[in-house]
């Protein structure tokens, strides 16, 4: 199973990285080399794709990574984290790792719903509109 999230995520990554430079996206503060910035716009987009691939216990965690206000994907104890590569020291695409890895510190409270983020900048904020341009369908996996 762990391949099969890894490429949606890869898919959902591309997807991202394609909505930048198309602009669909507001590029402000987003990096395009490393989708700093973007990262719980990307992470609803992966969560709504691993929901329609009818993957369950999956959610969206928002805490500290390295020191900096981040979000990624949380799977039973795997996380999938699509815009890691803008730490320094990761250059995995789609970074998996486990919940008990340091570098991760979720907050204690996640709410389930877009709304968590109303205190984030305006431009990384997720909406409906960009996940449903982002996450990726079924029938685009081959």
Not at 3 to 9: C, M, Q, R, V
Request: one cysteine or more.
């Amino acid at each position: 199973m762990r391949t099969s999230l890894t490429k949606i995520a890869m898919m959902v990554r591309n997807k991202c990285e394609l909505a930048y430079h198309n602009e669909d996206v507001d590029r402000e503060g987003i990096i395009s080399s490393n989708l700093c910035g973007m990262c719980a716009i990307a992470s609803f987009a992966l969560l709504k794709s691993f929901q329609k691939f009818g993957i369950k216990s999956v959610r969206v965690r928002e805490g500290y990574c390295m020191s900096m206000d981040h979000c990624w994907i949380q799977v039973g104890l795997q996380i999938y984290d699509i815009t890691a590569t803008q730490f320094d020291d990761i250059n995995d695409k789609v970074y998996v790792t486990s919940v008990y890895d340091g570098n991760y510190l979720p907050f204690q409270v996640t709410r389930k719903n877009y709304h968590q983020f109303t205190r984030w900048p305006k431009n990384q904020r997720p909406t409906v509109k960009l996940t449903r341009i982002l996450k990726v369908e079924p029938c685009e996996v081959i």
